[in-house]
């Protein structure tokens, strides 16, 4: 695989659009960003704009109405069932608020995306590597607690284990930070930030709050207007990427890095 | 008579601030027999989630006892507890407690595949079938309706066989025709099994599905005589 090829590319991405008032409206219009390997990349937005919907699509959990999702290089709309369930269990980490499964142990719940893996190999390993990741996000000496004694930050940070269990190349973050501090806000994406230095993965968080973005090498907004880059403090050359023509859409080249 | 589930004077209080610590549970006594459906019925705050979070032994109580089978749950452990939790208990969540990306029949099985059982397809699939989820059964999460995804919860809580399931405002994210479906299921399926239900909800036509109705308010029980035209409203639609 080429190097320049990113892990994540959505191009020219229309989601809940409708006609309206001589303009196509909706949920998500033309949107086009890329993750690269390394690389933290922020969506900043309100509730209800998009961003859980953003990431389902970059995780090939729901189908773009128009536009190109890929992984590697990889056209999500070309894949078969089979190829896609692979690309999640071994590709892709998703963290976000799923709530608190009360009822398992934090071992269990952060092990929950290898124990549904259809492969017997990765629940065998399922609860050690759990223990590996709760270590990495530093919940290992606090893993006997109770959910209920659990703060809201304790919480985000067993999220990002979840995600982080199957040693993804791709972390998908959906508002982990929702309703944290400004200093709790600030380490869950101090982590993210050392995860991505360390591992190398590439990293699509989405927040609420812009002080939630400020670890994140490229921040984009979105809003009604549509995803609108703000800043940029990408380690990466600014380039611009040759892609395949484009499913539905007369574009054959776009600059997708800033 | 047989007791699947005593709360003895039960105390729980939350210091909010610096005032008098809230009692959230104010000496609550309550007995419910093998098989039966009891609701708590209360206003948002009358303390129906901390009481069925003492049950599920999640919190301590700072007086009395929870009694399971005859066991004190407050007193287990918490490798005992979380063992309760696991095999004896079913929590019925919310429908966003299902993991993203997993298919239906995953999220259904997961508590199963944590405690190593082999049969988790056998024991999930007719589950799913009852609770109208056949033809669902391999769809992720993303690709069901939140109905759906209630009922996904429900097997995921039933899935383990356990004697009693704790169901706290399980149609909170439906509208009234599918939550009364989801109910009446739910109703169902545990008299079948012979499963004691504990539901806590704010909705009268809800509560109207329980056996027994007691109403919580401000951490006290009481006895509640539900409107008959709930009952009428609430079970009409479910039930042949």
């Known amino acids: ?258 | 008579m047989p007791v699947a589930l005593e709360l003895r004077d039960l105390v729980k209080r939350y210091q909010v601030g610096e005032g008098e610590p809230v009692r959230a549970v104010d000496g609550v006594s309550l007995v419910v027999a093998p098989g039966e459906f009891v609701a708590l019925y209360g206003p948002s705050g009358s303390g129906k989630s901390t009481l069925l979070n003492l049950i599920a032994a999640l919190l301590e109580p700072d007086r009395g006892a929870v009694l399971v089978n005859g066991v004190d749950v407050a007193a287990l452990s918490y490798k005992e507890a979380c063992e309760y939790r696991l095999r004896e208990v079913g929590i019925i969540g919310q429908p966003s407690d299902l993991l993203p990306g997993a298919r239906a029949i995953q999220n259904a099985s997961l508590k199963l595949w944590v405690t190593h059982a082999r049969d988790a397809r056998q024991r999930v699939e007719p589950l799913l079938k009852r609770l109208g989820l056949g033809e669902r059964m391999n769809h992720r999460t993303e690709q069901l309706s939140m109905g759906e995804r209630q009922r996904v919860i429900i097997a995921q809580a039933l899935a383990t066989d356990p004697g009693l399931v704790l169901a706290d405002e399980p149609t909170g994210y439906l509208d009234t025709r599918r939550g009364r479906e989801v109910l009446g299921l739910l109703s169902e399926l545990c008299r079948e099994r012979g499963t004691t239900v504990v539901l806590a909800t704010h909705d009268p036509q809800a509560a109207a599905f329980a056996d027994r109705v007691h109403e919580l308010r401000d951490g006290r029980l009481t006895d509640y005589v539900p409107d008959p035209a709930y009952f009428v409203a609430g079970r009409q639609t479910v039930e042949p």
């Open chain 1, 1 to 258: 695989m080429d190097a320049a090829v990113p892990l994540l590319s959505l191009v020219g991405v229309r989601y809940g659009a409708q006609r309206g008032r001589g303009r196509v409206e909706g949920l998500l219009v033309d949107v086009s960003l890329d993750v690269g390997a390394g690389e933290l990349v922020a969506v900043v937005g309100s509730r209800s704009r998009g961003k859980t919907t953003l990431l389902q699509l970059a995780a090939g959990l729901v189908a773009p109405e128009d536009g190109v999702v890929r992984i590697r290089g990889y056209d999500l709309a070309g894949l078969s069932e089979r190829e896609h369930s692979r690309l999640l269990r071994e590709e892709i980490g998703l963290a976000g608020q799923n709530g608190p499964r009360v009822d398992l142990r934090m071992v269990h719940y952060v092990a929950a995306p290898l124990l549904v893996s259809r492969r017997r190999k990765h629940r065998r390993q399922a609860f050690a590597r759990a223990s590996v990741a709760l270590e990495r996000v530093g919940m290992a000496s606090r893993a006997r607690q109770r959910w209920g004694d659990l703060s809201r930050w304790d919480r985000a940070l067993v999220d990002v284990a979840q995600g982080i269990v199957g040693e993804p190349g791709l972390l998908l973050v959906d508002d982990v930070t929702d309703g944290l501090g400004m200093r709790e806000t600030a380490e869950v994406t101090k982590l993210l930030r050392s995860l991505v230095e360390e591992t190398g993965m590439g990293v699509l968080m989405t927040v609420s709050d812009g002080e939630a973005a400020l670890s994140a090498h490229r921040v984009f907004s979105l809003s009604r207007r549509g995803l609108r880059a703000i800043s940029d403090q990408s380690p990466r050359p600014k380039n611009v990427i040759d892609l395949p023509a484009v499913r539905g859409g007369s574009d054959t080249r776009r600059d997708v890095c800033l």
